[in-house]
């Protein structure tokens, strides 16, 4: 119900200001080129989801929001992405303050071999937070956050490690909000677990809308569909050229009236 | 002969080359044991003071020099095996460099130990006018044990899975921050495990102690200048020297008894390697 509801205010198209914007942005993994020229807006409060078949760029683009790829060796970057249209790329950028302001849910539940109380306050303690009354409420306001809080609060010294594939993966949502992200990235967060737990997290993801922007990746169209107010739709033409971005709209009008052919050949799955 | 022949005969033969590896092992066990055992196991001979003449000699004071010599040798190499292999394993480009320490390491690990009993006499006895001391020796060994020490504590952390650094690294910790809080802590286990091969061979060792920490002391040693006599120099010092009429049953007891030692201390290191697995890493399994 609340998917619909998603997809309502989307479709009102009010005006929303922009969180993030990527500009004419190409990525190169040595001399590989990954994505070329994407230009697309990220809209506050609101859910921007990145679709297309596998190998398309979609999560290498995601990764760049964050500057998550600078881990890699050999990755370079053209064009730019702003945050508050503050340049992430311009030198001498935080990109540990970028890193906080900007959080990542990977696509393996990945919790530390930690107990779940300190998964959670793993984030806060990085800055300095080490008074056991502040920490415990940012535990338990995060995993309430994440709809975790009942599942866990009388094992909270368990090892995150024994939840479900579901709960860990709730797990790592509340370990990003306790760091008090502005935007919250998803890079295909419900790839590895149930229909049941992903019908959870995307409740969550509803939730989470009134206060965070978020951007999805998923190879799953109907997820997309359900989720989020905006889609983008990525696609690499031939084998070995880079990922394009090839539409960009509000989900309803991508889903129900593409403009473009191959957006409508994807979606009504005839390919990819 | 058949196909189905040839398969007996190949069964048979791998069979008797595991069965021969076995039996070496227990060879040298049993006979040791059987030949020191009752010695090994007599509380005046663990607890009492060696003899320089006349029989009935204990060797309390060279256990200790054993142990003594294990942890100062460990605390020495364990933590520069841990800084260099978080270089390596996780600062390191890949590359020339990289390639050129392995190359170092596996050239140091090939080196007879006899060459680092030397190398320690002209350093720390010597230049450094230590004398024959526990220290001398314990810091010939930690080089002497460097190799294996850094290679099994980088391939610990190598273990580590990547999703942890992401992970950490994405909630906007350091580098460093990650290293200490995430990667050592998931390797800490098979960062014990990789001291148990090392502690060994500190325990066995004789030819890098007998020319640095000395073969023959009285009293228990407990300055690390303090000259000392570890179990396996000391073993081989009797045998080479026959200064007493009882020789041969220290000799005996002596190695029951450094076997015995080394059994202990190999259940233990893996028992604290297993607990504080169970302790950390509950169910890391299940994904």
Known sequence: MRAVNTQEQGAEGMTVEKKMEIQNLSMYYGGFKAIEDITLEVPARRITALIGPSGCGKSTLVRCLNRMNDLIDGVRVEGDITLDGESIFRPGYDTIDLRRRVGMVFQRPNPFPKSIYENVAYGPKLVGIKKKEELDSIVESSLKKAALWNEVKANLRESGQNLSGGQQQRLCIARVIAVQPEVILFDEPCSAIDPVATQLIEDLMAELKENYTMVI??????????????????????QGEPGRLI?????NTIFTNPVDERTERYITGRFG | MTAKQWDKVATCVFWALGIIAIAILAFIILEVLGRGLL????????????????????????????LYLVVLAIAI?????????IYMAEYAKKGRINNFIRF????????????????????????????????AGAFTLAILNLPILLRSTEEAIKLVPDTYREASMSLGASRWTTIRQVVVPSALPGIITATILPIGRIVGESAAIIYTVGVFVRNVPLNPFDTAAPLAGYIWARQAEHGVPDWKTIVNGGAALLLIMVFIIYFLARWAGNRYQRKRLLGAGNK
């Open chain 2, 39 to 66: 010695t090994a196991l007599n509380p005046k001979f663990i607890f009492g003071k060696p003899k320089a003449m006349g029989s009935g000699g204990g060797i309390f004071p060279m256990i200790f020099s054993t």
């Open chain 1, 217 to 238: 990746v998923t190879h799953n169209m109907q997820q997309a569909a359900r989720v989020s107010d905006y889609t983008a739709f990525l696609l690499v033409q031939e």
């Open chain 2, 104 to 135: 170092c390491l596996d050239s140091l690990a090939t080196l007879p130990s006899i060459v680092f009993g030397l190398f320690g006499v002209a350093l720390f006895v010597t230049a450094f006018r230590w004398s024959y001391c526990l220290l």
């Open chain 2, 77 to 85: 190499s364990l933590p520069i095996s841990i800084g260099a292999a």
């Open chain 1, 247 to 251: 539409e960009y709209g509000e989900t």
